[in-house]
């Protein structure tokens, strides 16, 4: 029988049975359109995150400390691009085309990580952002590797790679605040404060807030709950945390013995839907930002289609 000939039931059953078999679903293949559309969302929110997070951060560039954090600050920075362009890439094979996401998210109608909303008044956020944020996302991006969706499980696998440098630049800037002077100590524990929430926002509500988990995980487009996610970062940087002398800035945090788990306090959830859907404290600037480079590049990007045109006209 045909692809044609089956029924719709049919090839669910026989797609989910390849999903739980381990094998990769690949652009070719046939797949329900509700996990085109769930993959395209994910997708296009991680590329706008990677494009988005470059600023926070990048502003830092001509005031880092000296030539080698300015070096190292400047190779994140271009990674950061080169894994929104992955995921574009990613999201294009599943039918949405690069300029249409990136139209949505210059007019302010796509979401990307809550994270990159916030302020970096300090040098001591560089270190933190690489050190609190992007372990946070390397324990979600580790497990995305493990995605059902082919292109999108490469990608990140080689994000992972290039992830895992930027915590090392991170902490590295982190531990130099905090074996530094009383100012620069308390500098970097304010970091750590204002970071703390909006990182573990960064992995999505709970499950009973979410309309997307259950399908995503039974289609193994995640293989980790948020939940899950949330509380192998808090095991891991609790304890790193404390070791450089620095304060947890959550009084009930303790680590309970009958779970063998840190325990936490909730994020303020309606702070992260505030802030994803545009009202956080630089949504603005950061879309300003963004949308003024896309008009500077716009005479690379239209030099570069007249040059296609003229070769299509030569050939």
């Given at each position: 029988?045909?692809?044609?000939?089956?029924?719709?039931?049919?090839?669910?059953?026989?797609?989910?049975?390849?999903?739980?078999?381990?094998?990769?679903?690949?652009?070719?293949d046939w797949m329900p359109e509700e996990y085109r559309k769930t993959l395209i969302r994910m997708i296009g929110q991680h590329a706008h995150s990677e494009i988005v997070g470059?600023?926070?951060?990048?502003?830092?560039?001509?005031?880092?400390?000296?030539?080698?954090?300015?070096?190292?600050?400047?190779?994140?920075?271009?990674?950061?691009?080169?894994?929104?362009?992955?995921?574009?890439?990613?999201?294009?094979?599943?039918?949405?085309?690069?300029?249409?996401?990136?139209?949505?998210?210059?007019?302010?109608?796509?979401?990307?990580?809550?994270?990159?909303?916030?302020?970096?008044?300090?040098?001591?956020?560089?270190?933190?952002?690489?050190?609190?944020?992007?372990?946070?996302?390397?324990?979600?991006?580790?497990?995305?590797?493990?995605?059902?969706?082919?292109?999108?499980?490469?990608?990140?696998?080689?994000?992972?790679?290039?992830?895992?440098?930027?915590?090392?630049?991170?902490?590295?800037?982190?531990?130099?605040?905090?074996?530094?002077?009383?100012?620069?100590?308390?500098?970097?524990?304010?970091?750590?404060?204002?970071?703390?929430?909006?990182?573990?926002?960064?992995?999505?509500?709970?499950?009973?807030?979410?309309?997307?988990?259950?399908?995503?995980?039974?289609?193994?487009?995640?293989?980790?709950?948020?939940?899950?996610?949330?509380?192998?970062?808090?095991?891991?940087?609790?304890?790193?945390?404390?070791?450089?002398?620095?304060?947890?800035?959550?009084?009930?945090?303790?680590?309970?013995?009958?779970?063998?788990?840190?325990?936490?306090?909730?994020?303020?959830?309606?702070?992260?839907?505030?802030?994803?859907?545009?009202?956080?404290?630089?949504?603005?600037?950061?879309?300003?930002?963004?949308?003024?480079?896309?008009?500077?590049?716009?005479?690379?990007?239209?030099a570069l289609a007249a040059k296609g045109r003229a070769k299509a006209v030569a050939a």
């Open positions: 029988m045909s692809t044609q000939e089956k029924s719709k039931e049919q090839k669910l059953a026989e797609f989910e049975a390849r999903i739980n078999r381990g094998e990769k679903v690949e652009p070719g470059q600023l926070p951060e990048g502003k830092w560039i001509p005031y880092a400390p000296g030539f080698r954090r300015k070096l190292t600050l400047v190779a994140k920075v271009q990674d950061e691009a080169g894994h929104g362009q992955l995921l574009y890439r990613a999201a294009e094979t599943l039918g949405k085309p690069r300029e249409e996401m990136l139209e949505e998210l210059l007019a302010g109608k796509a979401k990307y990580a809550n994270v990159f909303n916030y302020p970096t008044p300090t040098w001591a956020d560089v270190g933190v952002i690489g050190w609190l944020v992007d372990t946070a996302a390397v324990i979600n991006q580790t497990m995305l590797a493990q995605t059902s969706y082919g292109p999108y499980a490469r990608a990140m696998k080689r994000i992972c790679y290039e992830e895992s440098f930027h915590i090392k630049q991170g902490y590295d800037a982190a531990v130099a605040l905090a074996k530094g002077t009383p100012e620069q100590r308390a500098m970097v524990q304010d970091s750590v404060n204002r970071w703390w929430y909006p990182t573990l926002m960064m992995s999505g509500p709970p499950e009973s807030m979410s309309v997307h988990t259950s399908l995503s995980m039974r289609w193994k487009i995640k293989t980790k709950s948020n939940e899950q996610v949330r509380q192998e970062f808090v095991d891991l940087i609790v304890p790193q945390i404390r070791a450089l002398g620095l304060d947890v800035p959550d009084k009930d945090c303790h680590f309970d013995k009958s779970t063998d788990h840190w325990h936490y306090t909730q994020p303020d959830w309606e702070e992260l839907k505030r802030v994803v859907n545009g009202d956080g404290p630089m949504n603005k600037e950061r879309l300003a930002v963004r949308r003024k480079a896309h008009e500077d590049g716009r005479w690379v990007r239209e």
